[in-house]
């Protein structure tokens, strides 16, 4: 990943973390674009500190000039984009009936046309280079669901479908496009899933979710990076419009 530049959308924690601080310590300039400021500005001290290459731009990607000023920033901190990675998601659950307007459009807002618009503005750029490599990190709701999840099943599965459309658009121009659905990985967002559906023992359904799992526990974020940094590398070279789960043989059940 020398020379390589990357954006990495929800870049501060999470998948998202992982993937940053995998690309930065194997050489690639990172560009963490997240709305956690605090997260975000410490994440990129933490690079600096032992001399890697990173930028925090503290945006929105649901909002069509925060994603125009992500692909500007990366450009004219770094010279260019090279790698993006769509990771920045929300999750509530809820069916047709309980999930208010609002609520739905803010989740097909950041994680179905976060993914659009980053990606409209950041092609350009990769189309200038004359390559590029997309990952959009959609999940394992966007293959298959379960009962109360309706926006954030249909957001993903969006991404599911947009990455396969992208990957067919702009092969030809060398830019690939890929999607990772991951299933239960221990992160804060799951965490927070967990405390929603009992405030009181959200440990216990931590480990049930664990033991639901055939592999027996929950992936780590760390694991889910790995697969994405293969996935922007130059030995994944003749891969696009593939999807790939991290679910711990979840989806292999069904």
């Known amino acids: 990943m020398q020379e390589k530049v990357a954006i990495i ?17 194997d050489g690639a300039a990172v560009l963490v674009a997240d709305r956690d400021e ?3 500005h410490d994440l990129v001290a933490g690079i600096r500190s032992w001399g890697g290459h990173a930028a925090a731009c503290i945006a ?15 450009v004219g901190t770094f010279g260019g984009i090279d790698i993006l990675v769509n990771n920045a998601g929300i999750q509530r659950p ?53 009962p109360g999840w309706s926006a954030y099943a249909a957001s993903k599965g969006g ?49 049930r979710w664990a033991a639901e799992q055939p592999i027996g526990r929950l992936g780590t974020p760390e694991e889910v990076a790995a697969l994405i940094l293969f996935l922007v590398g130059p030995q994944a070279s003749f891969i696009t419009g593939s999807v790939y789960s991290v679910d711990g043989g979840l989806g292999a059940g069904f």
């Open 38 to 40: 605090s997260a975000a």
């Open 94 to 146: 809820g069916n047709v009936e309980s999930t208010p307007l609002e609520l739905w459009n803010a989740t097909i807002g950041v994680n179905l046309t976060g993914v659009y618009l980053v990606s409209r503005f950041v092609i350009p750029e990769m189309r200038r280079r004359g390559s590029g490599a997309i990952v959009n990190v959609a999940s394992l709701h966007g293959l298959l669901t379960e």
């Open 159 to 207: 991404v599911v479908s947009l990455s396969r459309a992208m990957a067919l658009d702009y092969a030809a121009e060398g830019i690939r496009v890929n999607c990772v659905c991951p299933g239960a990985i221990d992160t804060s967002l799951l965490r927070s899933t967990a405390s929603l559906e009992d405030a009181q023992h959200p440990e216990a359904v931590l480990k």
């Open 60 to 74: 929105d990607v649901s909002l069509e000039a925060d994603a125009a000023r992500i692909a500007a920033d990366c």
């Open 9 to 25: 959308t929800g870049g501060a924690q999470g998948i998202g973390r992982a993937t940053t601080l995998a690309l930065a310590r």
